[in-house]
Nanobody
Framework: VQLQASGGGSVQAGGSLRLSCAVS???????TAWFRQAPGKEREFVAA????????YYADSVKGRFTISRDNAKNTVDLQMNSLKPEDTAVYYC???????????????????WGHGTLVTVSS
């Protein structure tokens, strides 16, 4: 499975960006997620779709500001990021897995397939 993330860039605090991840396999059959990694920090969970059911999960730090969506016809998973803060600055990665269990939806180790990251920089 190949994943290709795009849409990163630089924005001022309070602005918005939309990231997109193109997946080489049917997104309707997979769990898909976004993670991020800030300089000097561990990779952290941002948002996810669990399997085909459409249930979504968010990190508390982004809830209400970020929205994950997917287009199963195009096999893409997007992350709409609003009200961006400087602490959102990170490299953002999309991830996917075909056999993820719910208890691991927020764990990076639970995902077998990863795309290259895209950098998001939020200035104050």
């Amino acid at each position: 499975v190949q994943l290709q993330a795009s849409g990163g860039g630089s924005v001022q605090a309070g602005g918005s960006l939309r990231l997109s991840c193109a997946v080489s396999r049917r997104t309707s059959s997979m769990s898909t997620a976004w993670f991020r990694q800030a300089p000097g920090k561990e990779r952290e969970f941002v948002a996810a779709f669990f399997r085909s059911g459409g249930n979504t999960y968010y990190a508390d730090s982004v809830k209400g500001r970020f929205t994950i969506s997917r287009d199963n016809a195009k096999n893409t998973v997007d992350l709409q990021m609003n009200s961006l803060k400087p602490e959102d600055t990170a490299v953002y990665y999309c991830a996917a897995d075909t056999s993820l269990i719910l208890s691991r939806v927020r764990e990076a180790d639970g995902y077998d397939f990863w795309g290259h990251g895209t950098l998001v920089t939020v200035s104050s």
